[in-house]
C-alpha cells in the first residue's frame, strides 16, 4: 500500500455537489422520448469515467475565487462542465468506430454491440445536445470558444488518421496532434472555468496552459499505457494504436534512437501488426529506455502545469488541481 | 422539350448576389493550414449541389420583406445559410458512411476513397464548423434553434438506423422519421430566414410548416427515386435503400395493400436484399400503384407547402418558393 496513491474521489471533494449537479445537467439534455434512443443514451452513461474535464473546469473556477474580485463556481459552469462532458463522450463514441474498439469501461462498446451507423449517429446525437446546451448559457463567449475547440479537435484526429503507418513521424508533429486532439479541450475547460468566474485574460490564460500541458501529459500517459499497461486495469481494448499503426512516444523515441538494425526489427513488427506482438513490442520498448523517456516528456508537461498554479492562493481547489496532475503521471488506467 | 420545365439556377436568380457570398463565407469557415484537412474540405466542395437549404432560408428572408415592418435579407442570413448547408454537408458525409455508399455528385464518396474514420471525423470537423459560426452571430436565439434542429435530425436518423428490416413499419412511423430526419432541417431555414428578417411569429410559424412540409414531399421523392430513378441522372449510388433495409413509402404501400401471396414474394425480395432485383422491385411497385401512391403523398405535402404563402405579397422570392415546391416533384435526380 503507497499512502501517497491519489484517489481521484479524494480530489473532486471540493466539488463533489456541483460535480452531482453536472450529471444531473447531463442526464436531463439526453433524455429522449423515443426508446431507442433513450436506450442508446443509457449506454452512454456508462461510459462517463473520471468526469476529468467537468472536475478540471469546476476546480478551475473555484480555484480564482477571490483574486482581484474573481467570484466562484456559478450555475453556468455546471451547464459548461455538462457541455465540455458531451463532448468528450462524443469523441469516445466516434472514437470506438474509428478504433474499432470493443470494450470501453469494462463494457462493449456502442459500435461493437449496435453497428457502426448506430455509433456514428450517437456521437453526432451527443455533440448536437452539447451545442444545444451551451447556447442555452446567455452570452455566446462560451458557445465561441467551444466551437472554435472542437475545430481543433477534429484537426487533431484528421492529422491522426492521416499520421497513421507514417512510422517516421516526428516528435513535434506528434506533440502537436496531440495537443489538438487531447489538449485543447482540456485547455478550454480551465480557461472557461476561470473566465467564467470572473478571472482576468493573464489568470485564465495560465489556467488554459495548465490545462493545456496536463491535457498533453495525459494523452501521452495514455498512450503508454496502451503498449505498456495491464488489460485488466485499463478496462479498455489496448494495443490498437500499434495495430492501427497510429504512433506513441516511446515509438518515435526508439525508431529514431535504436541502431539500425533494431530500428528495422521494429518496422517489421509494426508493419505486421500482430496483436501477440503487443508483449515484445511492449518490452522492446521498455528495455530500451524509449518508457522511460515518453514517461520524461510527460513529466516535463506536469512540471509546466504545476507552475502555472504557483500565483493562485492556497485552496483546497488548488491542491485538487496540483494532485490531479500529480495524478496522470501515477495513473495506471 | 417541356416549357414548364422547372430550373433551379432560375428560381434562385432573386438570391444569385446572396448565394456567391454564402459560398464565400463557407469557404472561409472552412480553411485550414493542415494539408490533409484542407485537402478533405476541397473534396466537400464537389458535394455542394442544389443549395436547396441556403436558397430556402434567403427566399424566405426575402419574402417577408415589407409584411408588417419585415426587412429583407441581412448579413446574418448569409452566414446561417452558409451555417445550415454545413450541418446538410456533415449529414451527407457521415450518411456515406451509413450507406456505404460509393458514389455522390459523380464523385467518390470520402469514406470509399479515405476511409470511414477520415470520412467520420471530417463530418464532425463539419459540423463544428457549422456552430462555430453560427455562435459568430451577435444573439443565441440562432444557435438555440439549430441546436434544436440537430438534435430533432440525429434523432431521425437514430430511428431510421432503428428501424432497418422492420418491414411492418407504418406509414405514420415513416413520415415521423423523415419529417426528423430531413424536414427539420429545411423546416428551420425557413424559421430562420423569416425571423431573422423581423417576421412575426405567425408569419415565421408559417414559413416553417412551407419548409417541413417541402422537406417531407423531398424526402418521399428521394426515396422514390432510389427505387424507380435512373442511375445516370441521379449522380449518385441507388437502391441503397432496398439493399440496407431502409423502408420507403412505396414499399410500405405495396406491403400494407398487396394481396398476402404478393407480400410474401416481396418480403423474400426484401430480405435478400440482391442488387439485381432492384429493377424487378421497382417494376412491381410501379404496377401495382404503390410508386404512384407515394407520388400522391408527396403532392399533397406540397399543396400544403404552397397553401402556407397565400398571405405573402406577390414577390420573385415567393414565385420562386413556390417553383421550389412544384420542382420537388418534378425532379429527376
Redesign the interface.
Known sequence: MNPAVLHLPDLYRPIEADLARVVAIMDQELQ?E?P??AQ?CERVRGYRGKMLRPALLLLSGQSVAGVQGAGGVTSEHHTLAAVVELVHL?TLV?DD??DQAEERRRQATISSTN????A??????L???A??????????SA??L???T??V???G???Q??SRGHFKLSEPDYIEIIRRKTAALTAACCRLGATHAGADETLASRLEVFGESAGIAFQIVDDILDVVGEQKKMCKTLGRDLELGKMTLPVIHYLREASAEKQDAMLKKLASAEHDDRAHVAQLLTEFGSVAYATSVAEQHVSRAMNMLEGLPESASRTSLLSMAEFIIQREN
Not at 133 to 139: A, I, M, N, V
Request: charged share 15%.
Open positions: 429522449s423515443l431507442f434512443v442508446l462524443a466516434h468506430v474509428l453497428g457502426n451507423e448506430a456514428v449517429m450517437l456521437g453526432d446525437y455533440i448536437s445536445h451545442f444545444h446546451l451551451c447556447s442555452s448559457l446567455d452570452s455566446q458557445s465561441r467551444v466551437g472554435h472542437t475545430n479537435v477534429c484537426e484526429e484528421l492529422m488518421i492521416h
